[in-house]
């Protein structure tokens, strides 16, 4: 941004140190004196309220019952999709959970049963195997047998049908809209404030309208995981597209490719590597949404945790939570291994037989007829029996009860302690801000980091709270966001610090974050709630345990990355241990750093519908109680506001970044 | 590499289609359309239970029965379009607005009371009635306010709600009576009760929103607050009850748990409407299943099975 505004640069940091603590304590007495005077400010009167809601939500109304092409609905075309997207979601269903089947209902009847546990098993192996080695096929192995033994054979099966549509979807759709964004500008420009909408809007705010268009059930929720999903794979094509060398786009067109071969044969080829990250945070990301998809009717893994949970059975909420994570790691290490995989060239096994030149297909093909004829004598064959099943039964409820019945007076002294001292005066403080003038100190953030465009941005986002009547809500948000960041960060840096230079550290460190970003955040917030009460504090440590894996994966990557070289010289130069980690590479890892607490950032805020679920009073709660009461426009006016705390926080903390990488002469 | 995946979907795809193909349609022509009847299912084990005995002596009865997971509210949508057919359980307490607004109109009909009662009321663990005699009247209560104090609260008494959305008007009712209380709202119900397991756990002092039917007071011992008795007036009158000036100055009222279906369901399976109208169990038979379910462990479809078995002759006449 600061290439295209000059403006930053030809005003003098000391001038623009005069305007700050002009502002600052312009605002200051503002803030002291003016209350009596402008009360306005300090509460948005409810008649300058923006009927923002009303309106979507009658906009909304029309869309579903009236609006028409001529030939068709608009709810029509909907269900037409709808339709479509079944199809391809039936058949996996049929294939990996319920069979195939003739009639609806409960006159169904199983004409084809579905694949057995052995035979699926045996098919990921060879995937591992294939893609990966025996190492890979060992792990996916283990991982799928843990969702047989602990019996959750069933429930991840329907996760994983839905899952592995929902991601070629998502893929696909997200690799053509990034390649029309990288073919014209003009789209560019339109599709990047959509991707910020669709990342940071909670996804409580558009499930009620994809409810009313494309009807109940697993399709719905389906639409809801690819609109999750899909936008990391829109901005990583972009990015790997931009990245393709020179030299090859060259010979592409010295080779006289047309625009569709360019695109297809030469450019998405050589972005393979690139790609193949977006695929994997597509699954990631879809795997994230499975809890919420439940809650819509997709049912499988989520449900049960969901279910769990409510009868307060922690155990099987933990199973069934686990067997996510072990999903998700099955699938992210294969799509890894597929990207790492180099083509192989088998002309010396051209002319043999079938089953020679695809030995992975036909030991697959083998074991699936056979298990599958012999599912039909033995029942044990077809699906895992009940009886030999393990579970960790009342393990995890008993060491809850056990940390709640002896340490709770001690639990309980910290969180008064932090409630009364920090938490509390913090929220006071936030709220008693009037609105004109954070807009107006944002604004100014925005003008010292970024120039005239982010100032405009930043002031008309902060004004747009006040204008639809959620001001005090927001600044909620912004509390318990704000101060789990913050502790998320004092936290998070340092370990990342310390894991940094320690190899087997940072392994043990990085299993660990996986887990907590792909464990479903219900499994330890009843926990949470049953050792802290219903409150602020219980939300913030499910905030903090969400939101820390960012805040460590950044500093750790930053510090890892910093030239060897620089460090050598300091070394040289005789620093001391610590003068080498605060002068030379915490300095040149900040960049990377104020990624990590940006996206720490993000992910508190896509946080805040779950602790809503544990009785915040925030935006969160606002999108929720929408939901529950289907309204569309309130889950949509709170949604925005949400988005725009995040794009706010966004593109002040860039900006700093890029400057701060500037005046370091580190480019990328 | 997917190549064996696509070949055999394609092939069991086409032994489907010639199945399907010669199989034909199936017999039993008694019921009006084979067409499967939707019914909702909801994340609470009592409304599986109601759902899957209506379900299940559906079946019986001949018709084509399909479940489907949606949301207690969300669920009026569906129910409005037809997507979905009939939602066995909504509370009087938390779902009135809803369901009035369904049939208001005129494509969602009531049909009926279930027979349960649903209670929602300031609730407190049996051991409590030590530290504050004079339970369960809220006068009492009200002097022992301190007794249920946290040190957010303190010296006003913490009471834990419901969740926002089940409304209840538990703030009005605080500031009616006049009572020393601080109303904290829980999210979820589960959160509501994870609070009640770890209070019980060390005999703590809690005082939270418990409904039934539930397995919650199945397995705490304890009692609800007695609140002047809900009157209508009381909701719409300031001047009904103890505090002249203030509505809401009683307790919360007990109401039926309605059933509601789409309302083309009489013209397509009149005899599935005449059934699910006849639906009646009561709060102590659904209590027992609850708890059967929730606190033993055992399956709600076993548990219906069972029920199934043992009530034979009641549920024959639902469906003739």
């Given at each position: 941004?600061?290439s295209?505004d ?7 940091s ?5 305007v700050?603590a ?5 605002s200051?007495?503002?803030w ?5 005077y ?7 009167p409810?008649?300058w309220?923006?009927?923002l809601?009303?309106e979507i939500?009658?906009?909304m109304?029309w869309?579903?019952?009236?609006a ?5 609905s ?5 269900r037409?999709?709808a339709w ?9 269903t049929s294939?990996?959970?319920?069979g195939f089947?003739k009639g609806q ?5 199983q004409?084809?049963p579905p694949l057995t546990?052995?035979?699926?098993i ?5 995937l591992g195997r294939?893609?990966?080695?025996w190492?890979?096929a ?15 054979w069933?429930s991840a099966m329907?996760?994983?049908?839905s ?15 990034g390649?029309?964004?990288?073919r014209?500008s003009l789209?560019e ?6 991707l910020d909408l669709m990342q940071t ?11 009313f268009?494309f009807g ?5 929720a389906m ?5 999750y999903?899909m936008?990391?794979m829109v901005?990583?094509?972009m ?7 020179g030299e090859?786009i060259?010979l592409g ?7 569709r ?8 080829p050589?972005a393979?590597d ?8 597509v699954i990631m990301?879809?795997?994230?949404m499975?809890i ?8 499988g893994?989520g449900?049960?945790v ?8 922690i155990?099987a909420?933990v199973?069934?939570?686990v ?18 995989r180099?083509p192989?060239h088998?002309?010396?096994l051209a002319g ?8 992975y297909?036909?030991t697959c093909?083998?074991?699936v007829l056979v298990?599958g004829?012999?599912?039909l004598a ?5 699906t895992?029996?009940?009886s030999?099943s393990i ?13 709640n019945v002896?340490?709770f007076?001690?639990?309980?002294a ?5 409630l009364?001292?920090l938490m ?9 801000l ?9 604004g ?7 120039g005239?465009?982010?100032?405009v ?12 009547g ?5 600044m909620?948000t912004v509390?318990?966001c704000?101060i789990s ?6 936290i998070?840096?340092?370990i990342?610090?310390a894991?940094?230079g ?5 392994r ?16 330890y917030l ?8 219903v409150?602020d504090f219980a939300a913030?440590?499910a905030v ?6 960012p805040a460590i994966r950044?500093t750790a990557h ?13 070394i040289v130069?005789?620093c001391?241990?610590w003068?080498?980690?605060?002068k ?5 890892a900040i960049p990377e750093i104020m990624?990590?607490i940006?996206?720490t950032?993000m992910?508190?805020?896509?946080m805040?519908?779950?602790t ?5 009073r925030?935006?969160g709660q606002?999108?929720?109680i929408?939901?529950t009461k289907a309204?569309?426009?309130r889950g949509?006016v709170?949604g925005?506001c ?7 926080a966004d ?5 700093g970044a890029n400057?701060m990488k500037?005046r370091l002469?580190?480019?990328? | 590499?997917?190549?064996w995946?696509?070949k055999?979907a394609?092939?069991a795809?086409?032994?489907?289609m010639?199945?399907l193909?010669?199989?034909g349609p199936?017999a039993l022509a008694?019921v009006e359309s084979k067409?499967?009847?939707k019914?909702?299912l ?7 239970v109601?759902t899957?005995?209506?379900?299940e002596?559906?079946?019986?009865a001949?018709?084509n029965?399909e479940?489907?997971?949606a949301d207690y509210?969300a669920?009026?949508?569906?129910l409005?379009?037809g ?10 307490t938390t779902g009135?607005?809803a369901?009035?607004?369904a049939?208001?109109?005129g494509k969602?009909?009531?049909?009926g ?5 649903a209670i929602?009321e300031w ?6 009635k ?6 369960p009247?809220?006068?009492a209560?009200?002097k022992c306010?301190?007794a249920?104090s946290?040190?957010?609260t303190a ?8 969740p926002v959305?089940?409304g209840?008007y538990?703030?009005e009712?605080?500031?009616a009576l006049?009572m020393?209380f601080e109303?904290v709202?829980?999210g979820t119900d589960?959160?509501?009760?994870a609070e009640?397991?770890?209070?019980y756990?060390?005999?703590?002092p809690?005082l939270l929103w ?5 397995w919650a007071p199945?397995?705490?011992?304890g ?6 008795k809900y009157a209508?007036?009381c909701y ?10 203030a509505?809401y100055?009683?307790?919360?009222p ?12 009489g013209?397509?399976?009149g ?8 639906f009646h169990?009561?709060n102590?038979?659904m209590g ?13 479809d ?5 029920w ?7 549920w024959?006449k639902?469906?003739?």
């Amino acid at each position: 941004m600061s290439s295209q505004d000059p403006a930053p640069e030809e005003i003098s940091s000391n001038t623009l140190r005069w305007v700050w603590a002009a502002a600052l304590a312009a605002s200051l007495a503002f803030w002291l004196f003016a209350k009596p005077y402008a009360p306005w400010a300090f509460k948005y009167p409810r008649a300058w309220q923006l009927p923002l809601k009303r309106e979507i939500s009658d906009f909304m109304k029309w869309l579903v019952e009236d609006a028409s092409f001529g030939l068709f609905s608009f709810t029509e075309l909907t269900r037409g999709i709808a339709w479509l997207l079944d199809i391809p979601f039936t058949i996996a269903t049929s294939i990996l959970s319920s069979g195939f089947l003739k009639g609806q209902g409960s006159d169904a009847v199983q004409i084809l049963p579905p694949l057995t546990w052995i035979a699926v098993i045996a098919i990921v192996v060879a995937l591992g195997r294939y893609a990966g080695g025996w190492k890979l096929a060992a792990l996916v192995g283990a991982c799928f047998s843990y969702l047989a033994i602990f019996g959750q054979w069933e429930s991840a099966m329907i996760t994983l049908s839905s899952i592995i549509i929902a991601v070629p979807f998502g893929v696909f759709g997200g690799l053509v809209l990034g390649i029309a964004a990288h073919r014209w500008s003009l789209f560019e420009t339109l599709i990047k404030p959509v991707l910020d909408l669709m990342q940071t809007v909670p996804v409580f705010a558009y499930l009620v309208p994809i409810l009313f268009m494309f009807g109940f059930g697993p399709v719905s929720a389906m639409v809801a995981t690819i609109v999750y999903a899909m936008p990391p794979m829109v901005r990583i094509t972009m990015l790997a597209l931009r990245q393709v060398p020179g030299e090859v786009i060259d010979l592409g067109k010295m080779t006289g490719c047309s625009p569709r071969q360019m695109t297809w044969k030469v450019m998405v080829p050589s972005a393979r590597d690139g790609l193949m990250i977006g695929v994997n945070q597509v699954i990631m990301l879809s795997l994230n949404m499975v809890i919420i998809a439940s809650m819509i009717g997709a049912g499988g893994l989520g449900y049960d945790v969901l279910a769990s949970l409510r009868r307060l059975d922690i155990g099987a909420g933990v199973e069934a939570g686990v067997a996510i994570v072990v999903l998700a790691i099955a699938l992210d290490r294969l799509s890894q291994a597929f990207a790492n995989r180099r083509p192989e060239h088998y002309e010396a096994l051209a002319g043999t037989s079938f089953f020679k030149r695809n030995p992975y297909t036909s030991t697959c093909l083998a074991i699936v007829l056979v298990t599958g004829f012999a599912g039909l004598a033995m029942g044990w064959v077809q699906t895992w029996p009940e009886s030999w099943s393990i579970t960790t039964g009342t393990f995890w409820s008993e060491v809850v009860s056990y940390i709640n019945v002896n340490y709770f007076d001690q639990l309980e002294a910290v969180k008064t302690f932090v409630l009364l001292n920090l938490m509390i005066p913090f929220k006071r403080f936030l709220i008693s801000l009037p609105w004109p003038v954070v807009a107006g100190l944002l604004g100014l953030a925005g003008y010292s980091l970024g120039g005239w465009r982010l100032a405009v941005l930043c002031a008309v986002l902060t004004t747009f709270m006040a204008v639809v009547g959620l001001w005090s809500k927001a600044m909620v948000t912004v509390y318990l966001c704000g101060i789990s960041v913050i502790i998320a960060c004092a936290i998070g840096i340092p370990i990342g610090i310390a894991a940094a230079g320690r190899d087997r550290l940072w392994r043990v460190v990085q299993v660990l974050i996986d887990t907590l970003q792909t464990l479903p955040s219900f499994v330890y917030l009843m926990p949470v709630v049953m050792l802290f009460r219903v409150g602020d504090f219980a939300a913030m440590i499910a905030v903090i345990a969400y939101a820390i894996a960012p805040a460590i994966r950044y500093t750790a990557h930053g510090l890892r990355q910093v030239d060897p070289q620089l460090v050598e010289a300091g070394i040289v130069a005789g620093c001391t241990r610590w003068q080498l980690l605060r002068k030379i590479q915490l300095k040149l890892a900040i960049p990377e750093i104020m990624l990590g607490i940006n996206q720490t950032i993000m992910l508190a805020l896509s946080m805040l519908v779950i602790t809503a679920l544990v009785g915040t009073r925030e935006l969160g709660q606002e999108v929720y109680i929408a939901l529950t009461k289907a309204d569309t426009g309130r889950g949509i006016v709170a949604g925005l506001c949400v988005a725009f705390i995040a794009i706010i926080a966004d593109r002040l903390i860039t900006a700093g970044a890029n400057r701060m990488k500037a005046r370091l002469g580190l480019q990328n | 590499m997917n190549n064996w995946r696509n070949k055999l979907a394609a092939i069991a795809g086409a032994v489907a289609m010639t199945a399907l193909v010669a199989g034909g349609p199936a017999a039993l022509a008694e019921v009006e359309s084979k067409d499967p009847i939707k019914l909702t299912l909801h994340d609470w084990t009592g409304q599986l239970v109601t759902t899957k005995i209506m379900g299940e002596v559906l079946k019986k009865a001949g018709y084509n029965i399909e479940y489907v997971q949606a949301d207690y509210i969300a669920q009026f949508a569906g129910l409005k379009t037809g997507d979905l057919h009939v939602a066995m359980e909504i509370w009087e307490t938390t779902g009135r607005d809803a369901m009035d607004e369904a049939t208001k109109t005129g494509k969602v009909v009531n049909l009926g009371e279930t027979g349960m009662q649903a209670i929602e009321e300031w609730w407190y663990p049996e051991y409590m009635k030590e530290k504050c005699p004079g339970l369960p009247d809220w006068k009492a209560l009200n002097k022992c306010a301190e007794a249920f104090s946290t040190p957010e609260t303190a010296p006003k008494g913490r009471y834990l709600g419901g969740p926002v959305t089940w409304g209840g008007y538990d703030d009005e009712r605080v500031e009616a009576l006049g009572m020393d209380f601080e109303v904290v709202h829980a999210g979820t119900d589960a959160a509501l009760f994870a609070e009640l397991e770890s209070a019980y756990q060390r005999k703590a002092p809690v005082l939270l929103w418990v409904y039934a039917p539930h397995w919650a007071p199945v397995k705490f011992k304890g009692e609800w607050v007695e609140f002047p008795k809900y009157a209508a007036e009381c909701y719409s009158d300031p001047a009904w009850g103890e505090n002249k000036d203030a509505k809401y100055d009683c307790g919360k009222p007990r109401g039926p748990i309605w059933k509601v279906a789409w309302e083309g369901l009489g013209k397509k399976w009149g005899g599935a409407k005449a059934a699910v109208e006849k639906f009646h169990v009561d709060n102590d038979e659904m209590g027992a299943m609850v708890s059967a379910v929730d606190l033993d462990g055992k399956k709600v479809d076993d548990v219906v099975a069972d029920w199934i078995n043992k009530n034979e002759e009641r549920w024959k006449k639902w469906i003739n």
